[in-house]
């Protein structure tokens, strides 16, 4: 099935003590490049954040107002592209690799979406695909998106969700970037 690729890489990376988490590399490659390498097989993809170099040909946007915060990043980066289906990833998943970016894209079935648990079991939507209908439809009913809440755009999406698995855990201290 066909796929458009968002990626979020503006956050301001507090807990890395305001370095560029996007840029931090793991095995001689940066976190946003290791989740382009995952989802290359996107039709097309938008980074959403800040312009840097990267390893391929990907599209930019910045969430207006810049800073607002991943719901305004979503709402940018979808109005790139125009498969049925998005897989919406943040830049901080160094262990998502084409296989789990594939299930996901696989597992939307008949749901809203499809995404995947990291190891402790918590579900992470952004790592996730949707169906564009209804993430735009969830953009919509939430309004202006600017500081609203992941967890209050996707509530009244149908979802379901993989087993847990270290592809979904994100990167959000250094201590993240262990191996599991």
Request: glycine content about 12%; aromatic content about 6%; some cysteine.
């Given at each position: 099935?066909?796929?458009?690729?968002?990626?979020?890489?503006?956050?301001?990376?507090?807990?890395?003590?305001?370095?560029?988490?996007?840029?931090?590399?793991?095995?001689?490659?940066?976190?946003?490049?290791?989740?382009?390498?995952?989802?290359?097989?996107?039709?097309?993809?938008?980074?959403?954040?800040?312009?840097?170099?990267?390893?391929?040909?990907?599209?930019?946007?910045?969430?207006?107002?810049?800073?607002?915060?991943?719901?305004?990043?979503?709402?940018?980066?979808?109005?790139?592209?125009?498969?049925?289906?998005?897989?919406?990833?943040?830049?901080?998943?160094?262990?998502?690799?084409?296989?789990?970016?594939?299930?996901?894209?696989?597992?939307?079935?008949?749901?809203?979406?499809?995404?995947?648990?990291?190891?402790?079991?918590?579900?992470?939507?952004?790592?996730a695909a949707y169906r564009r209908t209804a993430l735009s439809a969830a953009l919509d009913t939430i309004g202006d998106p600017q500081n609203k809440s992941v967890r209050r755009l996707f509530a009244g999406l149908d979802l379901a969700w993989s087993d847990p698995t270290p592809a979904a855990n994100?990167?959000?201290?250094?201590?993240?970037?262990?191996?599991?």
């Amino acid at each position: 099935m066909e796929f458009d690729a968002l990626v979020l890489a503006g956050g301001a990376s507090a807990r890395f003590g305001g370095v560029d988490k996007a840029l931090v590399e793991v095995d001689g490659v940066t976190l946003l490049d290791r989740v382009l390498r995952a989802t290359s097989s996107a039709r097309s993809t938008v980074v959403v954040g800040p312009r840097r170099a990267v390893g391929r040909e990907v599209e930019w946007a910045i969430e207006d107002p810049p800073a607002g915060g991943p719901v305004a990043g979503i709402a940018a980066g979808l109005a790139m592209g125009g498969s049925p289906v998005v897989v919406v990833v943040s830049c901080d998943l160094p262990w998502l690799t084409e296989v789990e970016v594939a299930e996901i894209v696989a597992g939307v079935g008949e749901h809203d979406g499809f995404g995947l648990r990291d190891s402790g079991g918590r579900e992470q939507w952004l790592a996730a695909a949707y169906r564009r209908t209804a993430l735009s439809a969830a953009l919509d009913t939430i309004g202006d998106p600017q500081n609203k809440s992941v967890r209050r755009l996707f509530a009244g999406l149908d979802l379901a969700w993989s087993d847990p698995t270290p592809a979904a855990n994100d990167a959000d201290t250094w201590t993240d970037l262990t191996p599991p």
